[in-house]
């Protein structure tokens, strides 16, 4: 079945770093990708998404490429802020079914 | 602030009890989705509805159920429940059925003692 493998952490960096969070996955067919963000007691919320190989996917400085030949769509930002601390979730969706979710990475950025 | 409001906030209860969790989607959507975060499995899909209509089906326990109805608000039941229920429990609407952008609510914390 289709699944998604990410590092869970916890993830800790300094303010302005740079940030990489990877994000292999497995499906059958040609899957829709997804980054959701958790912040502490709240909902998820679509930070970025790519739909079709190549496809670089951006939002409030974050980027993620859709890799079809490694599989990949893997998480990055320049320059991370304190308010960038929460947990981010890859997903995909390879049907009209729900979203497969990897772990989650617990990102703590620290001032 | 998603538009998709989900009531109660949080739910205490004990094992072998029923409860139910609702969900409002944002105003125009037409498919729900109910997923369950728990710390050993993570956030996995339960179900999905269109339209009133079931259309697909994850790891959802047959103790589960769930429906949709001609307001679009949707229900998720539990019944006979285990300690290992206690989860987050999110409803998620989209547009339609495709490969449209779901949108989470905050959640649902139930609790099972």
């Known amino acids: 079945g289709d699944s998604v493998t990410q590092m869970e952490g916890p993830v800790t960096l300094s303010e302005e770093a740079f940030l990489t969070i990877n994000c292999t996955y497995t499906?059958?067919?040609?899957?829709?990708l997804f980054w959701y963000v958790q912040y502490p007691g709240e909902g998820l919320q679509l930070l970025l998404k790519?739909?079709?190989?190549?496809d670089k996917g951006s939002n409030k400085g974050f980027e993620a490429t859709y890799r079809k030949e490694t599989t990949s769509f893997h998480l990055e930002k320049g320059s991370v802020q304190v308010s960038d601390s929460a947990v981010y979730f890859c997903?995909?969706?390879?049907?009209?079914?729900?979203?497969?979710f990897g772990k989650g990475t617990h990102l703590i950025i620290q001032p | 602030d998603s538009g998709v409001t989900q009531t109660p906030k949080h739910l205490i209860t004990a094992t072998g009890q029923r409860v139910t969790l609702r969900c409002s989607p944002r105003?125009?959507?037409?498919?729900v989705y109910w997923y369950q975060q728990s710390l050993d499995q993570g956030l996995q899909f339960l179900i999905q509805y269109y339209n009133g209509e079931e259309r697909a089906k994850g790891n959802i326990l047959e103790r589960f159920s769930a429906q949709q109805f001609p307001d679009l608000h949707s229900e998720l039941n539990l019944s006979s429940l285990e300690l290992g229920d206690s989860a987050l429990y999110f409803c998620a609407s989209s547009l339609g059925q495709g490969v449209y952008e779901q949108y989470f609510g905050p959640g649902t914390r139930l609790t099972v003692t």
């Open positions: 105003s125009g959507d037409l498919s």
């Open positions: 499906a059958t067919g040609y899957p829709s």
């Open positions: 790519a739909t079709k190989a190549d």
């Open positions: 997903a995909l969706r390879a049907t009209a079914d729900g979203l497969t």
